[in-house]
């Protein structure tokens, strides 16, 4: 099979079993706005990784930016010091605005547009540097993807993911209060070799990434948890045993299933 054909089913297999998800009280497509948010202003505060020193070094001279599934601006506003301008791509309508309302102070000109990529990739014109974080993950059919990335980047595509799918976090927690397995892939040597196959053979850094606080409370990273693995509300408690066999407490609450601390940059020229 192929390496695209690969990465699509093995993005399949995360499929929620149909008897689990009848169960379910509340939906477990969860979006907390707020650690986007946070993560944004983090970025913005202290900006630094493998990441960000990629797409700094390719805005010498400075020059445009495009971010795809911008979220608030995480990947892209940090590097305002050297962007000119900075096109957000993202579904999600509010974090775009949380992205506008932190450029504003930033003194760069900020254009966002609404909707999936590339679907909207008509709506853009090519940039200096294209930026991706933590999309492809999302994104099965990845070849399409991609090439509109790199049909939009002039100078450099920074592709950033998590070495794992970063629902991995849960799986613990599915076998343990579920009884069920999940997958584990795939992973971003699996990503790599959908590019190997598209004619892209790029950089690839691994680093780590410190681990940090991303939910105001326990309480909040308990009943994400609890949503995202289709639990009822009784269950809470149950819930909130797990997370502490797993370390997880009242002192420790990072967003299970968004990201992840084992991070990943994949750079390419056009």
């Known amino acids: 099979m192929s390496a695209v054909g690969s990465w699509r089913d093995a993005l399949a297999a995360w499929r929620i079993p149909d008897e689990v998800l009848a169960g379910a009280e509340d939906s477990p497509w969860v979006l907390p706005r707020h650690v986007f948010t946070g993560r944004t202003d983090e970025q913005i505060a202290h900006p630094g990784g ?76 090519p940039v200096d540097v294209v930026l991706c974080h933590h999309v492809v993950f999302n994104v099965a059919e990845l070849g399409p993807f991609v090439e509109a990335l790199t049909a939009h980047a002039r100078r450099l595509v920074v592709v950033e993911l998590t070495e794992r799918h970063p629902l991995t976090a849960l799986n613990p927690l599915w076998r343990h209060l579920h009884g069920i397995e999940r997958p584990t892939g795939p992973t971003y040597a699996d990503a790599v070799a959908v590019l190997a196959e598209l004619g892209i053979h790029p950089d690839v850094v691994r680093w780590r990434r410190p681990p940090r606080a991303e939910h105001p409370d326990f309480t909040t990273l308990l009943d994400i948890t609890r949503r995202r693995l289709c639990l009822p509300r009784s269950r809470t408690d149950d819930v909130a045993a797990a997370l502490a066999e797993l370390g997880y407490d009242r002192g420790t609450t990072p967003d299970l299933g968004s990201s992840g601390d084992d991070v990943v940059t994949v750079t390419w020229r056009p």
């Open 50 to 125: 493998a990441s960000f020193t990629a797409a700094h070094s390719a805005l010498v001279p400075p020059g445009s930016v495009l971010d795809i599934g911008a979220g608030a601006g995480a990947a892209s506003l940090p590097l305002a010091d050297r962007a000119t301008e900075i096109t957000a791509v993202d579904t999600d309508q509010q974090l775009l605005a949380e992205f506008r309302r932190r450029a504003e102070p930033r003194n760069v000109a900020a254009r966002t547009v609404v909707g999936q990529w590339p679907d909207v990739a008509d709506q853009v014109e």
